[in-house]
């Protein structure tokens, strides 16, 4: 199991001070529009890589008027105490302990991965491939932590490489080095990308038909295909900065680099209808998402190194029938990570019975029900 079995936040959003002492089973977090559900969500994701569910800036975060930045802890299976707090005036960072000790957030991914859902996912099948690609890369991050590392390198060559392209002519030397650093970081996302999708359409395969409609998942991307099929670090490398070099002329001319990984997409069939799954209905496509989230939580569980995920359920609940949400808490009940869930009505999270804990949310303050 892995489950946080407190939480304690202090100057977090509309929270001064809080404390969440809990269970391992689901956590159901209920409450009116407004108050404070969701913010209690982005703080458990604040243990993962990257700025959290909402993707907000780090002091963005801080309670309005409080007068020093956040902090959120919080005790893993009982055991392991985690926190992070902000740290530094001007540009802040996180600072990540673990059991009273500084840590790294590499640190914290051994010990906790969390994968979630919110509602502004809801487009993302309709949505442009940069958005998708986000999303595929955040489930890529949940089962790789060293995906967010290799991403942050590739963003960063990136960034110069286009600041040579602005200059209208490239030094053939410099734009070599910078484009062997991007295809370094380059080879390594299309690599993990192409890992996290074989193990994520098998644990798709291998999850029963039911409530929750399967995805045919696919890559789409020059580097992703090579390592799709099979190729090892040095050809993907090879391949992009073969695309890096041989796109010169055409990058200059746009001011910007048309090709590699930043350019790739997820491709996502809906496999009852073999329809794209944009075209899918808004529910279908929610059932769609809630599967490929419960898939991807289930292939961290069974094959990954790793602990099991944290899953968090942003109004899930609310938009399935009876039926799918009951189906969706019997499989959050079996799963071996906690399962965070909100919703506006305590009611929603009535077929979890007794197998959940439940959260009422009210102005900036939260208590577990008796
Ligand atoms: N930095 C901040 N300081 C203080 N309050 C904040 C801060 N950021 C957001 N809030 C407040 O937090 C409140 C609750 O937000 P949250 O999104 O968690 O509500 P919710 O319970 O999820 O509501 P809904 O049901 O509408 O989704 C908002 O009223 C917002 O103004
Ligand atoms: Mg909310």
């Known amino acids: 199991m892995t489950a946080l079995t407190r939480l304690t936040l202090t100057d977090f959003r509309n929270y001064a001070s809080l404390t969440l002492k809990l269970d391992n089973r689901p956590v159901c977090l209920y409450g009116s529009n407004g108050a404070g559900k969701t913010n209690l969500l982005e703080a458990v994701s604040q243990f993962g890589p990257g700025r959290?569910?909402?993707?907000?800036?780090?002091?963005?975060?801080?309670?309005?008027?409080?007068?020093?930045?956040?902090?959120?802890s919080g005790t893993l299976d009982d055991e392991q105490k985690i926190g992070i707090a902000l740290e530094g005036a001007g540009p802040v960072k996180r600072a990540v302990r673990i059991d009273g000790a500084?840590?790294?957030?590499?640190?914290?991914?051994?010990?906790?991965?969390?994968?979630?859902?919110?509602?502004?996912?809801?487009?993302?099948?309709?949505?442009?491939?940069?958005?998708?690609?986000r999303f595929f890369d955040r489930l890529v991050m949940a089962h790789q932590p060293?995906?967010?590392?290799?991403?942050?390198?590739?963003?960063?060559?990136?960034?110069?490489?286009?600041?040579?392209?602005?200059?209208?002519?490239?030094?053939?030397?410099?734009a070599d080095?910078?484009?062997?650093?991007?295809?370094?970081?380059?080879?390594?996302?299309?690599?993990?990308r192409a890992l996290v999708l074989a193990d994520l359409q098998a644990a798709i395969d291998a999850r029963p038909e039911g409530h929750f409609p399967k995805a045919d998942l696919s890559l789409e991307g020059e580097a992703e295909a090579a390592a799709v099929r099979g190729?090892?670090?040095?050809?993907?490398?090879?391949?992009?900065?073969?695309?890096y070099r041989s796109g010169r002329r055409r990058d200059i001319a746009a001011s910007r680099t048309l090709s590699g990984p930043h350019r790739s997409?997820?491709?996502?069939?809906?496999?009852?209808?073999?329809?794209?799954a944009g075209d899918?209905?808004?529910?279908?496509?929610?059932?769609?998402?809630?599967?490929?989230?419960l898939a991807s939580a289930e292939a961290l569980s069974v094959n990954g190194d790793g602990p099991a995920p944290l899953l968090l359920l942003d109004e899930a609940a609310a938009h399935l029938d009876p039926?799918?949400?009951?189906?969706?808490?019997?499989?959050?009940?079996a799963m071996r990570g906690q399962a965070w869930l909100t919703g506006t009505d305590a009611y929603l999270f009535e077929a979890f019975g007794a197998r959940a804990q439940r959260v009422r949310v009210e102005a900036s303050s939260a208590v577990l029900d008796a």
């Open 52 to 72: 959290g569910l909402r993707a907000a800036q780090l002091s963005e975060m801080t309670r309005h008027g409080a007068s020093a930045g956040w902090t959120i």
């Open 102 to 133: 500084p840590a790294s957030p590499g640190d914290l991914a051994e010990r906790m991965r969390l994968i979630w859902l919110t509602p502004a996912m809801d487009g993302v099948f309709r949505g442009g491939a940069s958005e998708r690609r």
């Open 146 to 174: 060293s995906h967010g590392g290799a991403s942050s390198r590739y963003e960063k060559a990136l960034a110069e490489r286009n600041a040579l392209l602005e200059r209208g002519h490239v030094d053939p030397a410099w």
């Open 177 to 192: 080095a910078i484009e062997a650093r991007l295809a370094e970081a380059g080879a390594e996302i299309a690599i993990n």
């Open 231 to 243: 190729e090892d670090f040095r050809s993907v490398f090879d391949l992009l900065v073969d695309a």
């Open 265 to 276: 997409d997820l491709g996502v069939i809906h496999r009852p209808s073999g329809a794209p």
């Open 280 to 293: 899918a209905s808004t529910g279908q496509q929610k059932a769609l998402l809630i599967g490929l989230v």
């Open 323 to 333: 039926d799918r949400r009951r189906a969706l808490y019997d499989e959050l009940a």
